[in-house]
């Protein structure tokens, strides 16, 4: 399962993920740091990835067509403190396998 994070996404988090051997490519790393939403969803299209946010724009069904990509992970935050948001994205990824 290959994962494509956006500018939006911690780096508490790619550091975490990656220690866990989750593969990860940084919007930065694909030279998309300061790319639109469209841009950044097009590219985890073009690379079969799933996506993993902060952003919860990428949530519009009607601007993003969902269901033609591998996946979207939208990481909600609000309240939540650094070690929970690390926790709880780690949970998630370590729980989680691609059908």
């Known amino acids: 399962m290959k994962n494509f994070v956006d500018h939006s ?3 508490d988090v790619i550091e975490a993920l990656r220690s866990l051997h989750i593969r990860i490519e940084t919007a930065l ?3 998309l ?3 639109e939403d469209t841009e950044i969803f097009t590219h985890s299209l073009k690379t079969s ?8 724009d ?3 069904i009607i601007r993003f067509k969902i269901r033609e990509s591998h996946g979207i992970v939208i990481v909600y935050v609000e309240g939540m403190s650094r ?5 709880r994205t780690i949970n998630f990824f370590q729980h989680t396998t691609a059908e």
């Open 9 to 11: 996404e911690n780096i």
């Open 49 to 56: 990835s799933i996506l993993l946010t902060f952003d919860k």
């Open 58 to 60: 990428f949530g519009n």
């Open 33 to 35: 740091n300061s790319a």
């Open 83 to 87: 070690e929970e948001i690390l926790r």
């Open 29 to 31: 790393e694909a030279g």
